[in-house]
């Protein structure tokens, strides 16, 4: 059972351009969640999604930052028009479902995809 | 809102040696989880060990325990016999039901580094 698949692992993007950051979750699990990663520091939570639906995503910029989970294919984190203070890791985990029985299943982590901007 | 908090930035211990990083929360919640995850430099995200907050009894995994304090919301992770291979960054988190999302909050991290 594969894990939890990231995709580029390494990406350089000019400021300007748009970065689209790609996560597959392991099989069966329906909820994804971006994390953030700045040198040195922590994660910081951005966006939670169920597939079609975002839930929860109060730890994305309101600007240039979009993420989707179609019903088919990948989620996405897209970031539009990229700054030099978007350069971090940004790390994708899953979960298969949500509710109390959900906290026996901790997240899972992708190996993260680190933005690099020039 | 939930916060996790990591007070030491650094550690250093010898191999062998036994090792302890403090990690305090703040939530309203009564029932969460939290969760010690190493982060060695490939960036992987590994779970080492994991509570219930309804539990009273420690949790353990081999080398690693931890010291779960829920009245003074502390969560400490011991690491015994040090090994070189546990050297990383070492990460707390908690995972309650905040707004009806549930996510894991983490702290800032604190990088142990195990000397032969």
Partial sequence: ?118 | AQTVTQSQPEMSVQEAETVTLSCTYDTSENNYYLFWYKQPPSRQMILVIRQEAYKQQNATENRFSVNFQKAAKSFSLKISDSQLGDTAMYFCAFMGTIGGAQKLVFGQGTRLTINP
């Fill in chain 1, 1 to 118: 059972n594969a894990g939890v698949m990231q995709n580029p692992r390494h990406l350089v993007r000019r400021r300007g351009q748009e970065a689209r950051l790609r996560c597959s979750p392991m099989k069966g699990h329906s909820h994804v969640y971006w994390y953030r990663q700045l040198p040195e520091e922590g994660l910081k939570f951005m966006v939670y999604l169920q597939k079609e639906n975002i839930i929860d995503e109060s730890g994305m910029p309101k600007e240039r930052f979009s993420a989707e989970f179609p019903k088919e294919g990948p989620s996405i984190l897209r970031i539009q028009q990229v700054v030099r203070g978007d350069s971090a890791a940004y790390f994708c985990a899953s979960s298969p479902t949500v509710g109390v029985s959900s906290y026996n299943s901790p997240l899972h982590f992708g190996n993260g995809t680190r933005l690099t901007v020039t």
